[in-house]
């Protein structure tokens, strides 16, 4: 029985919570904080085995409980956040740099068309995240000196001429880590397609570039590929990229339900960019993107698979490694550092 507390100031969504939690019979909601203090306080006495986390609170709010809470009883903590409140987004992004592991959008009544999936997708989570083995973040009283990584093996420089990413449950603090261990003169476009909830797209795109200083985007259909600039894939379209270097976006069936899909931006630059090419496949739940990353192994390019010790989900990048897509199984520092040491 996987024991969740909800923390949420707003009795209708506290309640609709635990209405889909409480529908799966491995499902406990033991508790209801409505603030953040309240959510220290019985964290530390029920000892759940997770967290739903309200963003916008009175006393203390999510991304302030995130943080302690995760400096003095850490547990797998979940954003449930509103995407169409632009500051909320950014502070449900920042409760992710302080410890939390994924984001969900606040789910809808019952009766309209997305309650079924929206349930589905936050009742998998949980259970995916519950037993993450997470641990205590200590407070930082100065910020961090920049450091450019280095690789953990031998990698010979060569020509490349983009890096694809893939990544889902606990990509956002990977992607930045990554990010951050690049100098800001990275000389190829970096793309990437990151599983999130629809309507947080724009906001971890404004909070990546905020965190690491590159360039991050969201492209328009038809955009060039630029030197050192970041593309994340729009909700709800594939992205793609054709052999002028440019991006595309379209709006073909989803692959196994996900749209956008690693698995379309793999095999896209797999055939356009065949050995001139970086794939990377990061933490997340399913198979997406693995295959895609053994075509480009098979096509020449570098592949490389997020380890599994670092892994909030050995999810894509394992299945990756079953199939021998990966030439390289790495910590994301250790992939910061190959990526220079390939192309500086």
């Not at 380890?307 to 910590?331: I, T």
Request: aromatic share 4%; with cysteine.
């Amino acid at each position: 029985m996987i024991r969740v507390l909800i923390v949420d100031d707003s009795p209708v969504v506290s309640q609709m919570l635990s209405y889909i939690l409480s529908s799966d019979p491995g499902i406990n909601v033991m508790g209801i904080a409505t603030n953040g203090k309240e959510a220290m306080t019985m964290t530390a006495r029920l000892k759940p085995d997770i967290l739903t986390m309200d963003v916008e609170m009175p006393v203390m709010d999510g991304f302030e409980a995130t943080r302690r809470i995760m400096e003095s009883t850490p547990v797998p903590i979940i954003i449930i956040s509103s995407s169409y409140n632009p500051s909320e987004s950014a502070r449900a992004f920042q409760a992710i740099e302080a410890g939390a592991l994924s984001i969900l959008g606040k789910p809808v009544g019952i009766g309209h068309p997305l309650h079924e999936k929206q349930s589905r997708e936050l009742i998998n989570t949980i259970k995916a995240l519950s037993s993450v083995k997470v641990v205590t973040r200590k407070p930082r009283k100065v910020p961090a000196k920049k450091v450019i990584a280095k690789a953990e093996k031998e990698i010979a420089r060569q020509e490349i001429r983009v890096i694809a990413i893939g990544a889902s449950t606990g990509g956002p603090p990977v992607l930045q880590t990554i990010l951050k261990g690049l100098p800001k003169d990275f000389p190829v476009p970096i793309t990437i397609v990151q599983h999130i909830t629809q309507g947080f797209t724009t906001g971890f795109a404004s909070w990546l570039s905020d965190t690491t200083g590159f360039i991050v985007r969201v492209p328009e259909d038809g955009e060039k590929c630029l030197p050192g600039t970041v593309y994340v894939a729009p909700d709800n379209v594939h992205m793609v990229v054709d052999n002028g270097g440019r991006i595309l976006l379209n709006n073909d069936p989803p692959d196994n339900l996900l749209k956008p899909s690693v698995a379309h931006l793999f095999i896209s630059v797999a055939n356009v960019f065949r050995e001139k090419a970086v794939g990377v496949l990061l933490t997340g739940m399913g198979k997406d993107g693995a295959s895609g990353l053994k075509m480009m192994r098979d096509m020449g390019a570098v592949t490389i698979a997020q380890n599994e010790e670092s892994s909030v989900v050995f999810g894509m990048n394992g299945e990756a490694v079953r199939l021998g897509a990966a030439r390289y199984v790495l910590s994301p520092e250790a992939i910061s550092g190959s990526l220079v040491q390939l192309l500086i």
